[in-house]
């Protein structure tokens, strides 16, 4: 079974540039995440999508960030302008389905890490 | 606000030796914990999961504890090898994962 899949690996960037990062889930998993981790932390939950539905971007910055998950499947999050907080590595995960209150074990993509100079 | 606190932040070892991981958390209303392990330039690798009703869960030489009450995870690891040398995090889930910081182990061989 392939697991999660993103790109690209690594990015470099100058601040006030745009950025995008693509992630295809294991096939047939419902629920796609979106993390955040900078270094020496662990990740934060920046979006999370059921299907094509966002369950929860509370912890989105919305004025730079944008996510979307348009047939179900595969999602891309995109970031402009960039600031160079946004240096950190973007993790992808997926699991098979979202029951309120409780999750499935979350698969994780290798990461893309993001460099803003 | 859930904050997940983990002890210590690295960890020197020799071979063989047992490793003892420590994780907190503030607020003890959650479903389950899980422990990852992340090495570098990868992704996360659920190691263990442990469901709010359970005090323990084990899978080879690793063995995770639960006191819910007190807010405590303990994630052992028998007889460490080099391989073991990684980045280990606990997150737990009240709704959504909330990673603790990690604990970045070395096994010196």
């Known amino acids: 079974e392939a697991g999660v899949a993103q790109s690209p690996r690594y990015k470099i960037i100058e601040k006030r540039q745009s950025v995008a990062f693509w992630c295809n889930p294991i096939s047939g998993h419902a629920t796609l995440y979106w993390y955040q981790q900078i270094l020496g932390q662990g990740p934060k939950l920046l979006i999370q999508?059921?299907?094509?539905?966002?369950?929860?971007d509370s912890q989105l910055p919305k004025d730079r960030f944008s996510a979307e998950r348009l047939k179900g499947v595969d999602s891309t999050l995109k970031i402009q302008p960039a600031k160079l907080e946004d240096s950190a590595v973007y993790l992808c995960?997926?699991?098979?389905?979202?029951?309120?209150?409780?999750?499935?074990?979350?698969?994780f993509g290798p990461g893309t890490r993001l460099t803003v100079l | 606000k859930q904050e997940v606190t983990q002890i210590p932040a690295a960890l020197s070892v020799p071979e063989g030796e047992n490793l003892v991981l420590n994780c907190s958390f503030t607020d003890s209303a959650i479903y389950n914990l899980q422990w990852f392990r992340q090495d570098p330039g990868k992704g996360l690798t659920s190691l263990l999961l442990?469901?709010?009703?359970?005090r323990e869960q084990t899978s080879g030489r690793l063995n995770a504890s639960l006191d819910k009450s007190s807010g405590r995870s303990t994630l052992y690891i028998a007889a460490s090898q080099p391989g073991d040398s990684a980045t280990y995090l606990c997150a737990v889930n009240d709704y959504k994962l909330s990673f603790g910081a990690g604990t970045t182990v070395t096994v010196r061989a």
């Open positions: 442990i469901q709010s009703s359970q």
């Open positions: 995960a997926s699991s098979p389905l979202f029951t309120s209150g409780a999750t499935d074990t979350q698969y």
């Open positions: 999508f059921q299907n094509n539905g966002v369950v929860d």
